[in-house]
């Protein structure tokens, strides 16, 4: 979802709540809408998804490098410990 899109089709269902008697002001009303929820979505510093799964595999691939590190280690102190 991108969010242009989300915001635009949110700032378009709050326009569709608004009582009839208000519809003269739905473009304004929609222009703000639109304004104030990017501006609040900017603010929570969200990611997107494409970061977010890129960010997951990232951390995937740097756990099973620590596992990987742990057993070697393991095996290595096994080693020494066996010597003496």
């Known amino acids: ?16 709540a608004l009582p009839s008697s ?15 929820l990017n501006n609040t979505f900017n603010k929570l510093d969200l990611v997107t998804r494409e970061e977010f799964d890129a960010q ?3 951390l995937a691939r740097t756990r099973k490098k620590i596992e990987t590190l742990e057993a070697e280690i393991k095996h290595l102190e096994k080693s020494l410990k066996d010597k003496k």
Do not use: G
């Not at 989300?6 to 709050?14: A, E, P």
């Not at 208000?22 to 639109?34: I, S, T, V």
């Open 1 to 16: 979802m991108k969010t242009p899109d989300f915001l635009n089709d949110l700032s378009q269902k709050l326009c569709d």
């Open 56 to 58: 997951t595999k990232v």
């Open 22 to 36: 208000l519809l003269a002001l739905k473009k304004d009303m929609e222009k703000n809408f639109r304004s104030i």
